[in-house]
């Protein structure tokens, strides 16, 4: 249970100085400074900022710590996988700011969110760990100089990187690293790395606008209604338990109406690294995602997560396809300004065959949805078992269902309606304990002979879809000059994810970014790129009026990107 004194309260009108001690360059690292690949350059220096919070204490993880410290577990020491990257330009707009301001920004930016001060403790007997908060302390920050703002921009997105590369000492590192880069005696950019326990995608752009706003002007409003220690006594209770335990029956549920897992045999020697990140960026397809929610009703989130959906089944062969979308689970007015890490996976199951009946579109796509952090629809209540008597595992032919008592064949788009509520059953029953989720996924497997779980992923980390211009949609024409402007290739390699297929979404100027991350023992090069390139002819031949044919999907896999860079 949490400990201390009422939960903290920002003084909006009470500056706490902030200590510099300027450390000479190439000095060793402090206690809870950034590890030592971020030891301070040639033209470095360092400061100690110190910070004093209202309260400390000690909690429980909550649930969506556990899950993240979980995952970081299954992918050490690759953890660096997890940290997030944010740059926050101070020279774009505005009056420039101080070094002593920005130190001074962050001092109370840490008294603001306790998750900044708060870090793990490791039990001795390997047991679950714990959150230890910590109420007053100095946080390491280095500070280069840049010779003019090109040079500063370029400084800063070097030291996003190398703060970025390093996995974090959880028990003893404050979950956040900070650099300044400076022109003159200005401060042009502030780079923060996030411990992932410590925050998630919403939270860390939730940090940027706090500490934007505390260097502007001095305050950033009312504090966050709740901490992570309290959500933590709350989830641990006993009503939380209850909760979690409704949203695993979902998730029992949907393991029982689909395959145990979606990749079941690997099919070509793995590479070295072993996984592979293709990365496609195309404006056609930010145009399509949005034509086509817009005219079938649903969020742009529901229709790439339901392609992503129909391309994995068809491609092995399955009936019906299991996805774990991360869900944000900021849906509450409480949590929606927490900074800590609140994103748990969902289980989004969706049988081909429901689109053999085409319906009417929901109608619901004012309610966008909440994969990752892409908006926050108001969700109550849990979700309903699916009832479904299909056998686990069960598929059929290469390519999914075809037209049903003569009617007209079915299409992706006809699969839209069964995925919006797929979706949302999906995101009401994504906050549950990881320990008890473990332990259905051991029962299961246990007693299927086989691993149940999908390892297929999707996080959608746009934080709102942008909206469609007025006018009308884009025209085939124009879809079709717009993806000769799509940019293919394979930016990373890694040795250890904890997943087969891992896709992201997000945005790059006016275009849709989306990252495959792939096992390339189950899904080679070859077929990371075959799968990006046809998420991104589906959804934009949907667009233009001529959605594929589900029958036609594995041939689409086969087809894709063609003689395409």
């Not at 920002?10 to 510099?20: F, I, N």
Request: glycine share 10%.
């Amino acid at each position: 249970m949490p400990e201390g004194t009422a939960p903290a309260a920002e003084r909006a009108d009470s500056a706490v100085p902030a200590t510099a001690v300027v450390a000479p360059p190439g000095a060793p690292e402090p206690a809870g400074a950034p590890g030592g690949s971020a030891a301070p350059g040639p033209s470095a220096t360092r400061s100690e900022v110190a910070f004093h919070g209202e309260r400390s204490g000690r909690a429980p993880l909550t649930w969506g710590q556990r899950a993240i410290w979980h995952a970081i577990r299954r992918t050490a020491p690759n953890d660096h996988y997890f940290n997030i990257g944010r740059v926050l330009p101070l020279a774009d707009r505005g009056r420039p700011a101080t070094v002593p301001e920005a130190l001074s920004a962050l001092a109370r930016l840490m008294e603001r969110h306790e998750s900044l001060r708060t870090r793990l403790l490791l039990s001795p007997q390997d047991g679950e760990p714990a959150q230890i908060l910590t109420d007053a302390g100095t946080l390491s920050v280095t500070i280069t100089r840049a010779a003019g703002l090109p040079e500063a921009a370029a400084g800063a997105e070097a030291l996003l990187g190398r703060l970025s590369a390093t996995r974090f000492d959880y028990p003893a590192e404050w979950p956040v690293r900070v650099a300044l880069v400076t022109v003159g005696d200005r401060v042009t950019h502030v780079v923060l790395v996030l411990c992932h326990l410590a925050a998630d995608g919403h939270a860390a752009e939730i940090l940027v606008r706090d500490l934007r706003l505390l260097v502007r002007r001095g305050s950033a409003g009312r504090p966050p209604a709740t901490t992570p220690l309290d959500l933590a006594r709350d989830q641990h209770a006993a009503a939380g338990r209850r909760r979690g335990a409704a949203a695993l029956a979902h998730w029992e549920a949907g393991y029982r109406a689909a395959p145990p897992t979606m990749f079941p045999d690997p099919r070509a020697e793995p590479r070295s690294p072993r996984f592979w990140t293709g990365r496609l960026v195309s404006p056609a397809l930010a145009r399509a995602v949005g034509a086509v929610a817009a005219a079938h009703r649903v969020s742009g989130s529901t229709v790439l997560l339901t392609a992503s959906a129909a391309l994995v089944a068809a491609g092995e062969g399955h009936r019906t396809a299991a996805v774990m979308p991360i869900v944000g689970n900021r849906t509450t007015g409480a949590l929606r300004d927490l900074v800590s890490t609140l994103s748990q996976d969902g289980l989004f199951v969706l049988d081909l065959a429901d689109a053999a009946a085409p319906t009417e579109p929901s109608g619901l796509g004012d309610a966008v949805d909440s994969t990752g952090t892409a908006g926050f629809p108001e969700l109550s209540g849990l979700p309903e078992a699916s009832g479904r008597a299909e056998l686990s595992g069960r598929a059929e032919a290469a390519g999914g269902p075809g037209p049903v008592s003569g009617g007209p064949e079915p299409t992706f788009t006809d699969l839209l309606p069964a995925a919006y509520r797929a979706a949302l059953r999906a995101y009401r029953a994504a906050v549950y304990d990881p320990v008890e989720w473990d332990a259905l996924g051991e029962r299961l497997s246990a007693e299927y002979g086989t691993d149940v779980h999908p390892y297929c992923c999707f996080n959608d980390m746009r934080l709102v879809e942008r909206v469609l211009p007025a006018g009308p949609p884009a025209t085939p024409q124009e879809l079709a000059e717009a993806r000769r402007r799509t940019v293919f290739g394979f930016p990373a390699t890694q040795d250890r994810v904890a997943c087969r297929y891992c896709l992201h979404v997000t945005e790059e100027g006016d275009a849709l970014a989306v990252s495959l991350t792939a096992d390339t023992a189950y899904l080679p090069p070859e077929a990371i790129r075959a799968h990006l390139y046809a998420l991104e002819e589906l959804v934009v031949a949907s667009a233009a009026g001529a959605p594929p044919p589900l029958s036609g999907l594995r041939t689409l896999l086969e087809t894709a990107g063609g003689d395409r860079p």
